[in-house]
């Protein structure tokens, strides 16, 4: 079955962390900002973690630079937790799906229906991350996906083979705690991970932050 080109972007603290412990996560500079518009406006779907909705209740919309569309945002949300209130539930600017589970809340599964969200339902208790892909793919003509985090989703992509390229900023702070930016149970050596190949190496117009970009060329 086909699935979309999987881009994970996000920057890091220079020990890793894509949030702090009070989940402080405004790491990127303007320029980089910028960039990450850029790769918003080139995509189909833009994916995050239900942890980065809450925390950061971002729109997803390519509003720094010109784009022709709206990519659709989803919402990956096995539990249902993420708020009526969020901007991507009341920000019709771009289209919503939340994917979620068979535990989630009824009542709010139909309140998000009639704020025009699309909500699935696929699966008992955790979200099988390929199908999603592929659903995207056959019934939303989805070929490109930008995921933005948060560190758990990247894990679940990485480690079922789901993601195609990482553009990684290292922006000049230090967390020393907080969230990862591949955050789960984790690969006890280097051969079980996924084999990367560094593309480019950029220095940021801000002369302070490195942008790193990896293919990942599978297991
Ligand atoms: N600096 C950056 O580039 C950047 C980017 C994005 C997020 N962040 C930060 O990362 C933090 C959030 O990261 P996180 O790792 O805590 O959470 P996350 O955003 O990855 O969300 C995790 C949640 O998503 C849901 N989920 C993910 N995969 C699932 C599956 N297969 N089945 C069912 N549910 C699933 C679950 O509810 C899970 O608890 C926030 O503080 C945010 O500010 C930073
Ligand atoms: N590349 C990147 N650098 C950051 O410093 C940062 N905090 C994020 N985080 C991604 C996450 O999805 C955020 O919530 C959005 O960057 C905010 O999105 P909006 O502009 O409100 O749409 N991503």
Redesign the pocket.
Known sequence: MPKPYVIIV???SIDGR??SKT?Y?R??CPFDLRRLHEVRASVDAIM?????VI??DPSLTPRYVKAIRNPIRVV????L?IPLTAKVVTNKEAPTIIVT?EQADRNKIAQLMNMSVEVWVM?KE????KDVLERLFMEKNVKRVLV???????W?LIKEGLVDEIRLTISPYVFGAG?SFI?GEGYPTTIEGPRLRLKSVNICECGQEVILNYIVEGD
Request: aromatic share 0%.
């Open positions: 996000s920057a890091a894509i949030a989940g996560s790491l990127s995050v973690g239900a942890n980065t925390n950061d990956i949300d096995g539990k937790r589970t699966g955790r979200i099988n991350l933005e985090g948060g560190g758990h989703l990247n679940e969230t955050e």
